[in-house]
């Protein structure tokens, strides 16, 4: 079952007024072609305080069409953008100054006591 839907567009840089639209899957390599289209925009000068350019917003859409075929537009990557931001912000905020904690390879999660787990529940909720 496809999740596109056909949809009037007024983006003055499409080449009809029709385009299809899907729903954004953001797997591991999908989010992994996402953060290095926006990093070289970045890094190429094309972001204005929190966000990139228009420019640089087609730039990322063209490279993630170029690698993986799918044709997101510019909301469905700033979503993901403002999505990743906020998951880095509360890992950073969870574990950036912890000394006490670790990293289980083979489970890919957090290695820690039961009371620390207990402090940050007690904090932050979950």
Same mark, same amino acid.
């Given at each position: 079952?496809?999740?596109?839907?056909?949809?009037? %567009?007024?983006?003055? $840089?499409? %080449?009809?007024? &029709?385009?299809?639209? *899907?729903?954004?899957?953001?797997?591991? @390599?999908?989010?992994?072609?996402?953060?290095?289209? *926006? $990093?070289?925009?970045?890094?190429?000068? /094309?972001?204005?305080?929190?966000?990139?350019? #228009?420019?640089?917003?087609?730039?990322?859409?063209?490279?993630?069409?170029?690698?993986?075929? @799918? #044709?997101?537009?510019?909301?469905?990557? @700033?979503?993901?953008?403002?999505?990743?931001? @906020?998951?880095?912000?509360?890992?950073? /905020?969870?574990?950036?100054?912890?000394? *006490?904690?670790?990293?289980?390879?083979? #489970?890919?999660?957090?290695?820690?006591?039961?009371?620390?787990? &207990?402090?940050?529940?007690?904090?932050?909720?979950?």
């Amino acid at each position: 079952m496809s999740q596109c839907k056909r949809m009037i %567009t007024k983006d003055p $840089l499409a %080449t009809n007024s &029709e385009v299809e639209k *899907c729903k954004a899957v953001w797997d591991l @390599k999908a989010t992994k072609y996402c953060i290095q289209g *926006c $990093l070289d925009q970045v890094s190429k000068g /094309e972001r204005n305080c929190t966000t990139l350019t #228009k420019k640089g917003w087609q730039d990322v859409t063209s490279y993630f069409f170029d690698l993986t075929g @799918k #044709k997101y537009d510019k909301s469905q990557f @700033k979503n993901r953008w403002d999505s990743l931001k @906020k998951e880095w912000s509360i890992w950073y /905020e969870l574990f950036a100054k912890e000394t *006490c904690i670790g990293w289980d390879s083979v #489970k890919n999660t957090v290695d820690a006591s039961n009371e620390w787990w &207990e402090q940050k529940i007690a904090v932050y909720g979950r």
